[in-house]
């Protein structure tokens, strides 16, 4: 648990730091703690610190934890990859999704969000390095699909989500995202205002180009078994 909380402080410190250095406002970029494979203690632990968003990969997991974790006033985020027949679970137990790529699963999302609940925050997964192996809308099929999905009730489009192929370099880790921020301002009249960049490995390069959340899970937690 104390190095749970050191890991905590780290990070943050990381993240105020990279704000600092890039002439960001404080507190412009949120963190998403990663919790995937992580047991509920660890979420309370850094719950009783003040996190309160966390990111799940896998549904059934992410349900189970959250059974555990009612009493808690968490945002359940969704940043996995999406099968049709997981859209109505999503749709009713989490706040934001990170990794819708195509219209379908958009449309899915809106008819099974309960009405009771506010909209359901959505980011575009974008594959911005054009990687074979990943999921995600490319970026000369971005505009259409954020038109498309804009039109949507019950979800509210927010903004974008990346993860490109590794890179060392810190200027070579800033390209991708320089080039994925600069499209998406280009869509004004939309208001997107989330851009769902960043990870243990290229946070200063994600946050230097425009993050507002960054997604960190082996910072805090160390790495997965």
């Given at each position: 648990?104390?190095?749970?909380?050191?890991?905590?402080?780290?990070?943050?410190?990381?993240?105020?730091?990279?704000?600092i250095a890039c002439g960001r406002e404080e507190?412009?970029?949120?963190?998403?703690?990663?919790?995937?494979?992580?047991?509920?203690?660890?979420?309370?632990?850094?719950?009783e610190l003040?996190?309160?968003?966390?990111?799940?990969?896998?549904?059934?997991?992410?349900?189970?934890?959250?059974?555990?974790?009612?009493?808690?006033?968490?945002?359940?985020?969704?940043?996995?990859?999406?099968q049709s027949n997981k859209t109505k679970a999503i749709a009713n137990h989490f706040n934001w999704v990170h990794s819708v790529d195509r219209l379908k699963i958009a449309k899915r999302l809106?008819?099974?969000?309960?009405?009771?609940?506010?909209?359901?925050n959505i980011c575009l997964q974008v594959?911005?390095?054009?990687?074979?192996?990943?999921?995600g809308v490319s970026l000369l099929e971005l505009p259409k699909l954020v038109t498309e999905i804009s039109l949507l009730t019950n979800i509210r489009l927010r903004g974008v989500?990346?993860?490109?192929?590794?890179?060392?370099?810190?200027?070579?880790?800033?390209?991708?995202?320089?080039?994925?921020?600069?499209?998406?301002?280009?869509?004004?009249?939309?208001?997107?205002?989330t851009f769902s960049f960043g990870m243990t490995g290229d946070l200063n390069a994600a946050i230097a180009e425009g993050s507002t959340m960054v997604r960190i899970g082996t910072a805090l937690f160390g790495k997965r078994l």
């Open positions: 648990m104390k190095t749970l909380k050191q890991n905590f402080y780290s990070v943050k410190s990381q993240i105020h730091q990279a704000e507190g412009s970029v949120k963190l998403l703690a990663v919790s995937k494979t992580k047991p509920a203690i660890d979420i309370t632990t850094l719950y003040g996190q309160r968003d966390f990111g799940e990969n896998y549904l059934q997991e992410a349900l189970k934890k959250q059974q555990q974790l009612t009493a808690l006033k968490i945002n359940w985020h969704f940043i996995g990859p999406i809106s008819q099974q969000r309960p009405t009771h609940l506010p909209p359901l594959n911005i390095s054009d990687e074979l192996t990943k999921s989500m990346a993860i490109p192929a590794p890179q060392v370099a810190y200027e070579l880790q800033r390209e991708p995202y320089r080039r994925l921020y600069q499209e998406v301002i280009k869509l004004k009249a939309l208001q997107l205002d």
